[in-house]
């Protein structure tokens, strides 16, 4: 069964830093990798969807990367704002099912 | 944002009653899930459709049912409601299965008492 991890918890940064959330899972027949965002009391925001044939995607100021051997993806976030405050989540389909594993999340603060 | 609402946004109700959770979407995709949120849990797939009609179980499905008659509503039925699925449930759409990026609804929170 597909078990996905996100470290740390959460995070609370400076305003300005750079930093990078991580996502890992246990088995890495995956058929895709997706980041979410959501806000205290919201649904989820897609971010970015890597396919498992791909090794990043990119968007603004965000940068998810995936490593399938090592069962790893990070999602990094390049000068961080206070609006960039919320849980971060990463789910994860595996090969030959339709059912997303998602992991509990990393909480982030951006402090001005 | 994609055009999905879900009805009510919040619901308190008593053990033993039935409840109806509706999911509309007006982006005309074909997949439509139902997942509920949990602290210590995450988020977990509890039934998903892929047409009209056609619907399958996820993760956590029992106690719980779904139809699909149009392809613009989802709707999720807890037959007998229970305190253990006091919940926030969101309604999800994608165009595809897999490999498809899923939009999330606005969530439904619901106490069980």
């Known amino acids: 069964k597909q078990e996905v991890t996100q470290i740390p918890a959460a995070l609370s940064v400076p305003e300005g830093e750079n930093l990078v959330l991580n996502c890992s899972f246990t088995?890495?027949?995956?058929?895709?990798l997706q980041w979410f965002r959501q806000d205290p009391g919201k649904g989820l925001t897609s971010l970015l969807l890597?396919?498992?044939?791909?090794r990043e995607q990119t968007s603004g100021r965000l940068n998810a990367s995936l490593d399938k051997s090592s069962g790893r993806s990070t999602l990094y976030i390049a000068a961080s704002q206070p609006g960039d405050s919320a849980t971060y989540l990463c789910?994860?389909?595996?090969?030959?099912?339709?059912?997303?594993?998602f992991g509990r999340g990393t909480s982030l603060i951006v402090h001005p | 944002d994609a055009g999905i609402t879900q009805s009510p946004r919040h619901k308190v109700t008593e053990t033993g009653t039935p409840v109806t959770l509706r999911c509309h979407q007006t982006e005309n995709h074909r997949y439509m899930y139902w997942y509920r949120q949990d602290p210590g849990h995450g988020l977990r797939l509890i039934h998903y459709s892929y047409g009209v009609k056609d619907t399958d179980k996820g993760e956590v499905s029992d106690g719980y049912s779904v139809s699909r008659s149009k392809t613009e509503d989802f709707l999720l039925t807890l037959e007998s409601a229970t305190s253990s699925q006091t919940s926030v449930y969101f309604c999800?759409?994608?165009?595809?299965?897999?490999?498809?990026?899923?939009?999330f609804g606005p969530g439904t929170r619901l106490l069980v008492l």
């Open positions: 999800a759409i994608s165009l595809g299965l897999a490999g498809e990026t899923q939009y």
């Open positions: 789910a994860v389909l595996s090969g030959g099912s339709y059912i997303p594993t």
């Open positions: 890597i396919q498992s044939s791909q």
């Open positions: 088995d890495s027949a995956i058929y895709n």
